[in-house]
Nanobody
């Protein structure tokens, strides 16, 4: 089992910045990928960014490339998402997810990000 606790959501104006954190506990050594996803009202959940624990390579959705940065601190078992130049269309509930060897996935509880003036 892996437990995930997210923090850092909130309200921000367009063009502003916000950072999200996802702290993992439990079977940390079994994690091989961590990712951020988001779901806006009436829309399907989508992948925002992903980082592999081995090597640290990353992937981003086209819509956030150049604006969002995913990172991880292995010592703190924490993943981050730095979001810059936020747009109203970034408004969604953001979820962190871990994938462990074998394919099992675990989700955080979600945190609301609202971009509005």
């Amino acid at each position: 089992q892996v437990q995930l606790v997210e923090s850092g959501g909130g309200l921000v104006q367009p063009g502003g910045s916000l950072g999200l954190s996802c702290a993992a506990s439990g079977r940390i050594s079994s994690i091989y990928a961590m990712s951020w996803h988001r779901q806006a009202p009436g829309q399907e959940r989508e992948l925002v960014a992903l980082v592999y624990t081995s090597g640290g390579s990353t992937n981003y959705a086209d819509s956030v490339k150049g604006r969002f940065t995913i990172s991880r601190d292995n010592a703190k078992n924490t993943m981050y998402l730095q979001m810059n130049n936020l747009k109203p269309e970034d408004t969604a509930v953001y979820y962190c997810r871990t994938t462990i060897y074998g394919g099992t996935q675990y989700w955080g509880q979600g945190t609301q990000v609202t971009v509005s003036s």
